[in-house]
């Protein structure tokens, strides 16, 4: 039998995100916050592409984005409900990490192969902040897919799309548990 992480594997068993709106302050610093992000960037990454990167958002620019968002959505059409939403999740933030993909031409890994391992950083990040003892939640929103927003605000290349904004602080209260999938609903065993 190899060996086993038990500590690791319950972990996994019993992660659960922390919803943004019940976090708060302190948040990690720098230099906690570079052991995440080095957890997060041990990703699988096939052709060693590092098709993604980080933009590590404090208070100044969070609130700058928030400040940024009615105008936009006004300009987008986007309802009232749904702008008030997007500037609470920057108004309300101490820190947020967005996560970038960023593909490389190749010619042996294919678009959607570095799209998956966007993903997985943003999974990896969120879980390295709760495996530290930290509140995280993995989010998005209109704005993080708007490119005028992300290239004017975030300063993304056209080719570079946010795969997720990662919240993390302090957690106010544990949330619930919630319902999990159905394993033998959703797995097919084949000899």
């Known amino acids: 039998m190899p060996p086993r992480n038990d500590a690791a594997l319950e972990f996994l068993l019993t992660r659960r995100s922390r919803p943004a709106k019940t976090l708060t302050g302190p948040v990690p610093g720098r230099a906690e916050l570079d052991t995440l992000l080095t957890a997060a960037a041990r990703t699988p990454d096939h052709g060693k592409l590092e098709p993604w990167r980080f933009i590590v958002l404090g208070p100044e620019t969070?609130?700058?984005?928030?400040?940024?968002?009615?105008?936009?959505?006004?300009?987008?059409?986007?309802?009232?409900?749904?702008?008030?939403?997007?500037?609470?999740?920057?108004?309300?933030?101490?820190?947020a990490v967005a996560v970038v993909e960023s593909p490389s031409?190749?010619?042996r890994i294919p678009a959607i192969e570095q799209t998956y391992s966007a993903g997985a950083v943003c999974l990896a990040l969120l879980n390295a902040a709760l495996a530290a003892g930290w509140g995280a939640n993995w989010l998005s929103g209109w704005a993080?897919?708007?490119?005028?927003?992300?290239?004017?605000?975030?300063?993304?290349?056209?080719?570079?799309?946010?795969?997720?904004?990662?919240?993390?602080?302090?957690?106010?209260?544990?949330?619930?548990?919630?319902?999990?999938?159905?394993?033998?609903?959703?797995?097919?065993?084949?000899?």
Not at 168 to 191: K, N, Q, V, Y
């Open 62 to 95: 969070l609130a700058g984005l928030a400040a940024a968002v009615p105008a936009r959505g006004a300009e987008l059409g986007i309802e009232p409900e749904k702008i008030a939403k997007m500037q609470a999740q920057f108004a309300d933030a101490g820190l």
């Open 105 to 107: 031409d190749s010619d």
């Open 144 to 191: 993080a897919h708007d490119r005028v927003f992300v290239e004017t605000r975030l300063g993304l290349a056209p080719q570079e799309r946010i795969a997720g904004l990662i919240h993390i602080g302090t957690e106010t209260s544990a949330p619930p548990e919630r319902p999990r999938p159905d394993l033998a609903a959703i797995t097919d065993w084949r000899p």
